[in-house]
């Protein structure tokens, strides 16, 4: 990357306290306490300023049956973090104190006979670390709850049994909605059980990790520039010696810690890749699978990046290994000046954007600063294989700060992720990245019901928030048409041609006859509709709640609401897409 920007002056801590009141991802690490897992959890200890800590949980595995929690492993790295913590808080705010820590640690189950038995078989049930997860996903915090599956998932699948069974419907939908678990592999039978019975539940089946960030990391696919991040050497200098006591309890000889992946999408570096699996980051990507019969269910098996197999998790390594290596610095700093900190990438404009086939667009990341005072570089680069577009885009004066440009395909509907890494010239050099999505402008559609022939149309018609969507006869006003824009995820947002709003599910209701809307477009998941083909039309089904947009009550009058309701494949929930 050649383009640099000036030296800024350095920023005292207080500076850093500001990024970090951003709202942050919440997370449960499960984890079989293999000795990857130890090395992992360093590690997760080292980030647990960028995400709240709500729980860990020691299960087994098929390769760890009877678990490890009777060796008190985690209360040693407990005991080991408070002791570079004040350190550590010189450098960044959001370090939970190491009680706090101690206070969510819980067992779950390490039954080795009951790794391959289905939730209401197993022996062991209701265990302190089931109780932890089903408190978390009842309680009254709106956020994800990020499952973290080191080793087995059986602890989060009784936990969904449980809920399924003794708890109000309500209850059950509010949790499942509120859960993201992340697995690495499917280590017993838990994470296919939930993957066939319970579908609501958002679970990423990672498994292309394997070889690149695991035992494999030294000898398998990873190119030798990655591997040099891997090695005896790398660790010892970065981690091991003279880093702190923390760093010295890193139990292997090299970089293997297979578990890490399954946090890295919530570490603070501006791809926020967490919100979604499917957009790509630290973490790997992920895609549907059966999109109709499993939507809720990711995985990155046919997955490649450039034809790569395993550069989704690669690709960032050198970043991700840079980064970590500051943090090993921190805990043995105590001044601000002493150690390297991220810089702060920014961009000119808004995140998602919505652009026009043939545009030209210019890209700018002149706001991005430095806390220490270092040279900045950029690279723009198009993450075409986590976008929708077909085309590859040209990015002219890529390296440039604030005069990279690119020219928009005609695509329309599609999305295009423009990636902006913000490098400094520090020890470490640093990254940290901006994503912007781009929609490219689509035609406008009608969406005319199977059921009743008439189409959708915003009632009363007027621009407001809230105003309700119904049927009407076709008159071929702007408010009977839908621009259908890709949003990611194999989901579209439908926008009214009158207002320029989203088709919404009013609230983000989870129940039956929960009025649909237009609203202004947020991004938020109760806007984010698949489109299913069926036989006669498509269903639009919501990703928030699984359900389908429905002709209230089979009614075939003028004014009729649409309304969400359980699919069921009725001509109600059926519409035809056709060209306005």
């Avoid at 080793?151 to 399924?164: D, E, F, I, P, Q």
């Avoid at 559609?445 to 105003?467: F, I, Y």
Wanted: aromatic letters at 8%; charged letters at 20%.
């Amino acid at each position: 990357m050649s383009a640099v920007a000036e030296p800024t002056e350095p920023a005292e801590p207080a500076a850093v306290a500001a990024v970090a009141a951003v709202a942050k991802p919440r997370v449960i690490a499960m984890t079989d306490g293999e000795v990857d897992d130890k090395s992992s959890m360093i590690r997760f200890l080292m980030y647990s300023s960028d995400f709240d800590v709500a729980g860990i949980v020691q299960t087994n595995s098929r390769y760890q049956v009877d678990g490890h929690s009777d060796e008190k492993w985690v209360e040693a790295q407990i005991d080991q973090y408070a002791k570079v913590l004040p350190n550590l808080r010189v450098h960044k705010s959001g370090y939970p104190d190491a009680e706090d820590l101690r206070d969510v640690l819980r067992v779950g189950n390490e039954n080795s006979d009951d790794l391959w038995v289905a939730p209401p078989d197993m022996a062991t049930k209701d265990t302190p670390g089931e109780k932890l997860i089903i408190s978390t996903l009842l309680d009254d915090d709106p956020r994800p709850v990020h499952v973290q599956a080191w080793g087995g998932v059986n602890t989060l699948a009784s936990a969904l049994w449980r809920l399924k069974t003794y708890h109000s419907a309500a209850d059950f939908t509010r949790a499942t909605a509120k859960l993201r678990a992340y697995a690495i592999w499917y280590q017993d039978g838990g994470g296919g059980w939930i993957e066939d019975n319970i579908r609501q539940a958002h679970i990423y089946e990672a498994n292309q990790w394997h070889r690149i960030w695991d035992y494999q990391s030294l000898t398998g696919p990873n190119p030798d520039t990655v591997k040099d991040y891997m090695t005896e050497a790398w660790l010892n200098s970065n981690v091991k010696d003279d880093h702190g006591p923390l760093g010295a309890m890193y139990p292997q000889s090299y970089v293997s810690e297979g578990d890490s992946p399954s946090f890295l999408h919530q570490v603070d570096n501006g791809l926020y890749s967490h919100e979604d699996y499917t957009l790509g980051g630290w973490g790997g990507r992920g895609t549907q699978d059966d999109p109709v019969g499993k939507p809720n269910h990711l995985t990155d098996t046919d997955l490649k990046d450039d034809d790569d197999a395993n550069k989704m998790f690669w690709r960032w390594i050198p970043a991700a290994q840079n980064d970590f290596a500051a943090r090993m610095d921190w805990s043995v700093a105590s001044t601000y000046k002493a150690a390297n900190h991220q810089p702060n990438a920014a961009v000119v404009g808004s995140l998602r954007q919505v652009v026009a086939p043939g545009q030209a667009v210019k890209l700018d990341a002149t706001p991005s600063t430095d806390p220490d005072g270092n040279t900045l570089s950029f690279r723009w680069w198009q993450y075409h294989d986590a976008d929708s577009a077909t085309a590859r885009v040209t990015v002219n004066n890529a390296t440039s700060r604030d005069n990279a440009n690119f020219v928009v395909p005609d695509e329309p509907g599609r999305q295009i992720h423009m990636i902006v890494e913000v490098r400094d010239n520090g020890a470490p050099s640093l990254t940290s990245y901006q994503r912007i999505v781009f929609t490219i402008q689509g035609e406008p559609e009608r969406l005319v019901s199977k059921h009743s022939g008439k189409v959708l149309d915003v009632q009363n018609p007027n621009t407001s928030d809230g105003a309700k969507v119904g049927q009407w006869t076709w008159n071929g006003k702007a408010w009977q048409q839908w621009e259908v824009r890709d949003s990611g995820g194999g989901y579209v947002n439908l926008v009214s041609r009158h207002s320029g709003k989203c088709l919404d599910v009013l609230g983000a209701s989870q129940a039956n006859g929960a009025d649909i809307v237009q609203w202004a477009c947020n991004g938020a998941t109760n806007q984010q509709w698949q489109v299913i083909p069926v036989d006669g039309g498509v269903q639009l089904r919501a990703r928030h709640s699984g359900k389908c947009a429905d002709v209230y009550e089979w009614s075939t009058a003028d004014g009729a609401t649409i309304k969400q309701w359980t699919c069921h494949g009725g001509n109600n929930q059926r519409w035809q897409r056709e060209s306005v």
